[in-house]
């Protein structure tokens, strides 16, 4: 059974940062792509980044030079730096899994198989 679980939101004020996790069971990150989505208040999800077996990486343009995606093969761990954060970064921040990473120009949400249940993320001004 697949189970990805995010942890390290919480609220910053902006210029902030915050490191979140997600630890994957029953599924290797080192061998499948992994990704980091978010989704604020009253929007679509949205990719943020993502990360291949190879670790090359993909990112939003709009966290580009500011988020920097990870992971920790030996400990089936993702990880997403988040510096300079700004209040328009508020979203619930979600880990998922995929087979391997399609680079589109866009992160798509229908690319990916297992997703973890998210972490609150606010940044205020």
């Known amino acids: 059974q697949v189970q990805l679980v995010e942890s390290g939101g919480g609220s910053v004020q902006a210029g902030g940062f915050l490191r979140l996790s997600c630890a994957a069971s029953?599924?290797?990150?080192?061998?499948?792509?992994m990704g980091w989505f978010r989704q604020a208040l009253g929007k679509e999800r949205e990719g943020v980044a993502q990360?291949?077996?190879?670790?090359?990486?993909s990112y939003a343009d709009s966290v580009k030079g500011r988020f920097t995606i990870s992971k920790d093969n030996a400990k089936n761990r993702l990880y997403l730096q988040m510096n300079s954060l700004k209040p328009e970064d508020t979203a619930m921040y979600y880990c998922?899994?995929?087979?391997?990473?399609?680079?589109?120009?866009?992160?798509?949400?229908?690319?990916?198989?297992?997703w973890g249940q998210g972490t609150q993320v606010t940044v205020s001004s």
């Open positions: 998922a899994a995929a087979p391997e990473c399609r680079w589109w120009v866009r992160i798509h949400t229908e690319d990916f198989d297992y």
């Open positions: 029953g599924y290797s990150a080192s061998s499948h792509c």
């Open positions: 990360i291949d077996s190879l670790g090359s990486t």
